[in-house]
């Protein structure tokens, strides 16, 4: 492995479409594209390979893998504008690389079949908003989708805080300053507290990752700014049950409280294969805290926030086994997909009752 070569794979990746590039000792590189990991017809990468790329990319960004380090996140671009985010980790006394390709145009709504309302979400002058779901469905597309609107429509102060940057935004009606754990700030929770001293109307966190960064989150919101974040959850429910699991049992109640009352929605996305098995589309559950809702989260009546999503659609929320049968009604997805992707044991029940 040379330079050359490493650059011509990352462009084929960034042409290409796919999602993902993997570099493992002992195995070719491989790719995933529309959800499926493609093994290449390369050589199979040696130790020496995977540690010439991860020297490579800590080169780029300035750094030294440190005696006692074990994994590195970064970020890595080529000189013809392809972006990366950069995964590098120890695997059996080796290196191990993957790289997310970053596109390098931010889609809208419409382009990434996001529905309307989150340009209504966005509106709120204050509050907190949350995208949600496991890694690689979407989480931070969509949240630059959201940014890519405001900055768009609204002249604002927008201060991201990321681990690392992905998206590269250009000020357009508002001003955005991003800024990078670990090049740019120390941490998160460091980067928020600073934050509140940068004028800002709204603040956009990669990540709430720990206790320190989800109480820097509230109390950006409780104090009256706008902030965008993400979280490793599947739903509404699962989101205010972890962010509440973070305190400990005698702060929990008023933990309760205080999100009912910044709380401006909750985003899930996952990503569903189409019928035709051409393309990756996106299913999504959304919750908007009404005065409902903001009860059931004070009282701890989380059980019934699912029930207020499926009747709630004149605030356009949604569940997400309403989007699957909507989905699979206009003939986008099969059966079996759906089934796949829902939460629900009886999703065929679901659709004949709705037939």
């Known amino acids: 492995m040379d330079a050359k070569i490493f650059v011509q794979i990352l462009e084929i990746a960034?042409?290409?479409k796919v999602s993902d590039v993997h570099f493992e000792v002992d195995n070719p590189p491989f790719f995933r594209g529309k959800g499926q990991i493609i093994r290449s017809k390369l050589p199979n990468l040696t130790a020496e390979d995977t540690e010439f790329i991860a020297s490579q990319i800590m080169a780029h960004n300035n750094r030294k893998w440190e005696v006692d380090q074990k994994e590195f996140d970064t970020s890595f671009s080529l000189p013809s504008g392809a972006r990366f985010r950069v995964s590098i980790f120890r695997q059996r006394s080796h290196f191990g690389i993957i790289m997310r390709v970053i596109p390098a145009h931010i889609g809208s709504f419409e382009e990434l079949r996001l529905p309307p309302v989150l340009g209504e979400i966005v509106k709120a002058p204050n509050g907190l908003i949350l995208v949600t779901g496991p890694t690689g469905n979407g989480k931070s597309t969509t949240l630059a989708s959201m940014l890519r609107h405001i900055n768009q429509t609204f002249s604002y102060n927008c201060i991201t805080i990321e681990d690392p940057i992905e998206f590269l935004f250009q000020s357009d009606k508002s001003c955005i300053i991003q800024r990078e754990v670990g090049i740019d700030t120390d941490s998160f929770a460091s980067a928020?507290?600073?934050a509140l001293r940068m004028d800002p109307d709204l603040i956009m966190v990669g990540e709430m990752r720990d206790t320190a960064t989800?109480?820097?989150c509230l109390m950006a919101a409780e104090t009256g700014h706008?902030?965008?974040?993400?979280l490793h959850t599947?739903?509404?429910v699962s989101t205010i049950n972890r962010i509440v699991g973070h305190f400990p049992p005698?702060?929990?109640?008023?933990?309760r409280q205080r999100l009912a009352d910044i709380l401006v929605a909750t985003v899930s996305i996952r990503l569903i294969m189409n019928k035709s098995g051409e393309a990756i589309i996106p299913v999504l559950e959304i919750m908007r805290a009404t005065t409902t809702i903001q009860s059931c989260i004070r009282e701890g009546r989380l059980d019934e926030i699912e029930a207020h999503m499926e009747n709630g659609r004149s605030y356009q929320m949604q569940t997400l086994d309403q989007h699957l049968i909507q989905l699979?009604?206009?003939e986008q997805i099969t059966m079996e997909e759906a089934k796949r992707l829902s939460h629900s044991m009886d999703l065929e029940r679901k659709l004949m009752f709705t037939n």
Do not use: P, R
Not at 226 to 230: A, E, K
Not at 250 to 255: G, K
């Open 14 to 16: 960034f042409n290409k």
């Open 192 to 194: 928020l507290k600073a």
């Open 214 to 216: 989800i109480e820097s």
């Open 226 to 230: 706008l902030v965008l974040s993400t």
């Open 234 to 236: 599947q739903g509404a």
């Open 250 to 255: 005698d702060a929990q109640e008023i933990v």
């Open 328 to 330: 699979h009604e206009q």
